[in-house]
């Protein structure tokens, strides 16, 4: 199938450039189901960048325009999240991860890894799951939230941490008023979260195909709802480099979709999608 427009038209054989393109720069495999998705995307940077073809375009960051490949990589995500989506990690958080870690280690160092943060919705969602164990005060404790991704444009967003306010609408009446401050700008009405919830996290860019600049150890690895745009050996390569950076007994997690193969020994379910590495 071919994705045309009047003046523009993407190939077989570009599409297929393309998906190598982004396959060899992020892992993620472009399914023919994301083609017109893409296309539409790439077009609005053509257009923006007053380009004719994607052969320009291609050129472009063939030539490693430093400008245009972020753009490129944004264009690119599927960036959906929500609070306290597939809440039951939180709740396995609260009611059982935290509780046993502090008992082996004390109330204060933790480390938290959430690594395809997207606009923030997770790692808020964690912070507050940390703040209702810990009480207030937890920003001056030892404990830390790392969120990473790809895009750059989530994550600008994801640090602002001001969002229009029916993506709360779903939460309970008491953690909206605890966590968010209302605000009507532009007649627009927005929620802001908590400066204390802020404190807990730092927001990077980071591509998980990468080498990552971080030591460990974590004790808690998010990782959802991104291995399913990965092919097999790099989910594996991916598990591995994981493997490396969680604490044993560490927890690993995964999004509803995603699982670890049964033979992979270094990590045994602690209930769905749930992992803790073998010590
Ligand atoms: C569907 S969102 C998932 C967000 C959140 N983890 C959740 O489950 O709600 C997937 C995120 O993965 C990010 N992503 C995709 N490929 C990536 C890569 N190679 N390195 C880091 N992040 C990546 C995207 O930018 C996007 O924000």
Known sequence: MEARSEEHSLSDKQFKKLCDLVYDSTGIVLAEG?????????MRRIRELKLKTFPEYYALLENNDDTEWP???????????????????????????????????GRDRLRVWSTASSTGE???SLAITLRDFY????????????????????LETARAGIYDADRIEGLPEAVKRKNFKQRVVDGRALVKVDQELQQLLAFKQLNLMHDWPMRGPFDVIMCRNV??????????????KFMRLLRPNGVLMLGH????????SQLKSDGKTTYIKVA
């Not at 994301?34 to 790439?42: G, I």
């Not at 920003?139 to 830390?144: G, I, Q």
């Not at 291995?227 to 591995?240: G, H, S, V």
């Open 135 to 154: 009480g207030h005060g937890v920003a001056d404790t030892d404990c830390r939230i790392l969120a990473t991704d790809l895009d750059t444009n989530v």
């Open 257 to 264: 979709s995603e699982s670890i193969a049964k033979d992979f």
């Open 122 to 124: 997770e790692p808020y």
């Open 34 to 42: 994301k083609r017109q998705m893409v296309y539409r995307r790439l």
């Open 227 to 240: 291995m399913i745009y990965f092919d097999k050996p790099t989910q594996a390569k991916l598990l591995n």
């Open 71 to 105: 753009n490129f990589l944004n264009a690119i995500t599927t960036n959906f999240t929500s609070f306290f989506r597939e809440n039951h990690h939180f709740e396995y958080l609260k009611s059982e991860f935290l509780p046993r870690h502090c008992r082996e280690f």
